[in-house]
């Protein structure tokens, strides 16, 4: 228990109703390392569901309160699936020094920029600021492109995510993208798998479970012209369009 950084979210938080319990809850837990408790536990303390409380989360982040990293928190040796959300709650007490270092008091935490609060260098509606290797995205989008399995169409997929992020919480996003990588019935040749751009204008996140791939049984013939995989993929983005495939043998 941090009662400092609880303090500070009771004094100095503009949160409101089950936003500033959760709050409270991830404070409950900070440590110099930052916090890690389960979406349930979260919805345990707010008395609310856990869909509640990622849209809560989101919320937070929007209002510079809350820093999430995704899969980044618990103990070392978990595997990345099974590792809970990193927060760290991004409060400054009036009068504190901003070049505090992260962690020395939770009371003295640095005023970071959020995940998706620009800096004031940033253009409204628009990317952060050129560097010298190109064009710099938020910190959330790049957590996205780094879990879709297909990397291609890098700006029209910012664009999608900037348009998806107005009516879908960024944590709910990202999550579907973890699941639907993690999918075992992915096409094994990419050029299968839908744009990055493509996923998020047709809002996927809301899809179920990809259909199950099917195997498909070469014939002598076909196992010489190494068709038979090719086959069984077309099969299996025929079901995923909904349309119907028809294998003769």
């Known amino acids: 228990m941090s009662v400092e950084a609880m303090s500070l979210v009771l004094n100095h938080s503009r949160a409101k109703g089950a936003a500033k319990l959760i709050l409270l809850g991830i404070a409950n837990h900070a440590g110099d390392g930052g916090s890690w408790p389960s979406i349930a536990t979260l919805a345990r303390y707010a008395n609310i569901d856990v869909r509640n409380v990622r849209r809560n989360i989101a919320a937070l982040v929007e209002m510079g309160e809350l820093r999430v990293k995704t899969n980044s928190g618990g103990l070392r040796g978990m595997a990345k699936w099974e590792r809970p959300n990193l927060y760290h709650i991004m409060l400054t007490p009036p009068g504190a020094s901003a070049t505090t270092p992260p962690g020395a008091s939770a009371t003295l935490t640095t005023l970071e920029p959020s995940f ?10 628009g990317c952060p600021p050129q560097a010298a290797g190109g064009a710099r995205y938020p910190d959330t989008f790049e957590q996205f492109w780094a879990a879709y399995p297909r990397k ?5 997929a910012y664009k999608a995510w900037e348009k998806a992020i107005k009516h879908t919480p960024i944590e709910q996003i990202q999550s579907a993208v973890e699941v639907y990588r993690a999918d075992p019935n992915q096409p094994l040749d990419q050029t299968l798998i839908p744009m990055p751009a493509t996923w998020l204008n047709q809002s996927r996140w809301d899809d179920g479970p990809l259909p199950e791939r099917r195997e498909y ?33």
């Open 116 to 125: 998706n609060h620009p800096t004031p260098q940033t253009p409204q509606g």
């Open 152 to 156: 291609t169409g890098k700006g029209a």
């Open 217 to 249: 049984r070469m014939s002598s013939a076909e196992a010489g012209m190494g068709i038979g995989q090719r086959m069984a993929e077309q099969e299996q983005l025929a079901l995923i369009r909904g349309d119907y495939l028809e294998i003769v043998a």
